[in-house]
């Protein structure tokens, strides 16, 4: 036994199942190229007509501020409207979800409501509104709303069930009813953890708005949209750089915010 | 006298109150700014009344016009375009990490000491994060033209923000030690990186770009609504000729494979982390 040569150990042993995994990608990367047909003559094309586009761009042409003012504006009203109606709906939503306050028969379906939430991609929501509702704020502001339950109703359905409930017993052993538990038993435990997400979905609820307008769901997004078919670069580089500016003061905002709250 | 004014009882008589009076005012002020904003954009938003009466009634309609889905229509113009969806997030998701590694290196302060290149880094990884996937596909449309590699470019480099800004913080908080050991063995910088640095942060490396991936697939499925290629277009396409059973198929489908995504990677990453 002692006299088989162990084989050396080395120090930096070669990850052969990982390399191969690597090779694997790398051929998958250069396959799916081919087929999408980016070669590389596009790209190099694409470099120059890139700097062509970057030219025109510059310098900003803030002239038309009266219109840009107004869709960031409308932008900013579906954001705040959009997020105090998904909080509203989400919060009895979430408690219903929650598999250790209700039964199964009403977790789940309501699970399944909020999974189809999260899963279509706000803009898809936000074009069948505009189809179903006409073009306008309504419907970026119904399309935000839906994306707003799908995310906070899930964190906080997966919140709630991560409760002591120690605590749900001891109120219920005091005879309240299910509206007193909730209150008494159950937010206080979450309740910083909401205002969290809910400051998070605002963040993401005003990003995701200065965007439907891109479909004729309100904002900026259709000013954005329609400049760009005017080839109205240098325009569409004043907006962008406004909805920079918007998104990282809103940004700077909710940190300071989250800050305070801790 | 004394014993006449001490009421020994008088700290249980007091009323208890949670906040002192300082705290009660900031929360009525923080509400107070909630509820002014709401009312604000309530009576300021440009919504028209009629719209809103009967958006249940249009909306109900829209459902029964895509009762039952067209699934026949599924393959193969359906089934193509969800490929080259696939694609698109993928091959976005692999070109994203040449801009986002680099830039994370020069991101996380233990790795690069040079200050002014870790501001530059946060910059460039703030900039992507900040313009939408689709605001970036409306870039490259204009540069590539309309197809897929418009779509790939955007999802590349709207990802590099996220992963850029994820790996950077997985190399901040990596321990020195390794690093520190290959050094004063005279390892060259590369193999430090390599053999040091790269072991430490590989499980959270494949985690982001897992989720990445994930994100990218629900992403990449509304470029085409810009031009950019894959399954938007077939929607756009079947949204603007009003067939109905057929946007109920390509929903469907959108849906199974975004929920699939989530399955896998979710599957994936229990088993590397």
């Known amino acids: 036994m002692s006299a088989t040569t162990s084989p050396r150990r080395l120090a930096f042993a070669p990850n052969w199942p990982m390399r191969l995994a690597l090779l694997a990608l790398a051929v998958y990367t250069v396959w799916a190229s081919t087929r999408l047909g980016l070669t590389w003559d596009r790209v190099a094309h694409g470099m120059g007509e890139g700097a062509k586009l970057l030219g025109r761009m510059v310098p900003p042409n803030f002239e038309r501020w009266q219109l840009l003012l107004e869709g960031l504006l409308e932008s900013l009203q579906i954001a705040v409207l959009a997020s105090a109606l998904g909080i509203l709906i989400s919060l009895p939503l979430s408690i219903l979800a929650a598999r250790n306050l209700s039964p199964l028969w009403i977790a789940g379906p309501v699970r399944g409501v909020i999974a189809v939430c999260r899963s279509l991609h706000y803009v898809i929501v936000a074009i069948l509104f505009v189809k179903a509702i006409g073009f306008g704020a309504l419907a970026g502001t119904a399309a935000l709303v839906v994306a707003s339950v799908g995310f906070i109703a899930k964190l906080f359905a997966e919140a709630i069930e991560e409760i002591s409930m120690k605590q749900v017993e001891a109120i219920r052993a005091t005879g309240a009813g299910v509206m007193k538990v909730i209150a008494y038993a159950v937010l206080p435990q979450v309740a910083s953890r909401f205002i969290g997400f809910c400051l998070y979905q605002l963040d993401s609820n005003l990003r995701n708005s200065t965007l439907v307008g891109i479909v004729g769901a309100g904002g900026i997004g259709g000013t954005l949209f329609a400049a760009f078919k005017r080839f109205d670069y240098d325009f569409v580089a004043a907006i962008l750089l406004s909805i920079i500016a918007l998104i990282f003061l809103a940004e700077i905002i909710s940190g300071r915010v989250r800050a305070a709250l801790r | ?273």
């Open chain 2, 1 to 273: 006298m004394n014993s006449m004014t001490h009421d020994p009882v008088a700290p249980l008589r007091r009323e208890w109150q949670r906040h002192t009076p300082a705290q009660r005012i900031s929360r009525w002020m923080v509400w107070l700014v909630c509820v002014a904003a709401v009312v604000w954009a309530v009576r300021s938003i440009d919504i028209i009344p009629e719209f809103l009466a009967d958006a249940p009634e249009q909306m109900a309609d829209m459902l029964v016009r895509m009762w039952p889905p067209d699934i026949a229509h599924y393959y193969p113009a359906v089934h193509n375009a969800m490929i080259e969806t696939l694609h698109i997030a993928t091959l976005g998701t692999v070109f994203c990490f040449v801009l986002a590694i680099p830039l994370a290196l020069m991101a996380a302060r233990n790795v690069c000491t040079i200050k002014p290149l870790n501001v530059l880094a946060q910059l460039g990884l703030v900039a992507s994060r900040s313009v939408n996937s689709l605001v970036w596909a409306l870039l490259f449309v204009a540069i590539f033209g309309p197809g897929a590699a418009a779509g790939v470019f955007a999802i590349a480099f709207r990802s590099v923000g996220f992963v850029g800004k994820l790996l950077a913080e997985a190399l901040e908080e990596t321990n020195p030690g390794p690093r520190e050991a290959l050094r004063a063995a005279g390892a060259p910088w590369g193999a430090e990186l390599l053999k040091g640095v790269w072991p430490q942060v590989q499980p959270a490396f494949w985690g982001i770009a897992l989720f990445r991936w994930d994100i990218n697939v629900r992403e990449s499925a509304v470029l085409g609504l810009v031009g950019a290629g894959g399954i938007g277009l077939v929607l756009d396409d079947a949204i603007n000729f009003f067939q109905w059973e057929r946007v109920a198929t390509v929903l469907l489908a959108i849906l199974v494979v975004v929920l699939l995504a989530e399955i896998v990677v979710t599957r994936i990453r229990a088993r590397l982390i």
